[in-house]
């Protein structure tokens, strides 16, 4: 059964690896979140209703019409939470799944997260978060922020429960401000949507002298199988939900993103011991899981 299990993790990582035609490097690949959700992932996969595309029809989604015909009054809000700075980086360590992009420049507000509108958003954001809950396959949302000179680094993010949709609000209208899934690129312009599989490597820069603003949501991944979705719906509303992250003290704090705080205080270990060897690093690592992994395959 041990080796079952093991085989299950191997050709599913495979599948994830050579998924896309841009790739990790082969070390990074094994230690990447995406082998670790990769049996998850694969089942997603195999029952999904949509095609294996970095880009999906928006068409495909007739419910998102409603934030399309809305996304002047969704951009005044957005607009003006810019100028009170309520877009912004976490100050602490409570938003495990974002904590990355902040270091080069990207920012956001919550509005949602696999559950009801933030308290905060509800009040400082009353239309869109209203538009938002009439469309219940829209299971997280936030406000996201890109400064001229910003970039999100490659990366998948890790669950395929989902698929993403970027609506341009505050937009540099420029080329030179995409996003790249795949090897394929997008550029944002204001009211106009974009859905893409984030479960493919992808990147984002703005090489533009403006600031770029959308509204970023997490849509339910279509399947056509009554136990893939109970599945789905099961770890969106238990582990996905956990790692819900505050914009206020009046919003909620998932338990990943309280652990977190604690985990970091590891990572930023990690990191020093990278800085000074990058053999070092990666040495633990391999000594760590592959401990873990021996142990485990032991009678």
Known sequence: MKLLIVAIFVISTVYVHYRGRVRLRFWRQLT?????MAPINCFMYLFSRLPAKPYLPVSGFPELKLLQDNWEKIRDEAYKLAEAGEIKKSDKYNDAGFNSFFKTGWTRFHLKWYGDAHPSARELCPVTTELLQRIPNVKAAMFA????????????DPFAGSVRYHLGLVTPNDDRCFIDVDGERYSWRDGQGVIFDETYLHYAENQSDKMRIILFCDIERPLNN????A???????TLIRAAAAPNSDT???????????????????GKRIKARSRFAYYGIQWVVFGGLLLWWLMP
Do not use: C, E, M, W
Not at 32 to 36: A, P, T
Not at 226 to 229: G, V
Not at 231 to 237: E, T
């Open 145 to 156: 922020a890109l400064p001229p000179g910003g970039r999100l680094v490659t990366h998948r």
């Open 231 to 237: 599945l789905n719906r099961f770890i969106s509303h």
């Open 251 to 269: 919003d909620k704090t998932g338990g990943i993103n309280k652990a977190f705080a604690y985990v970091q205080k590891v990572r930023l270990l």
């Open 226 to 229: 009554p136990i893939a979705r």
């Open 32 to 36: 990447d979140h995406s082998s670790f």
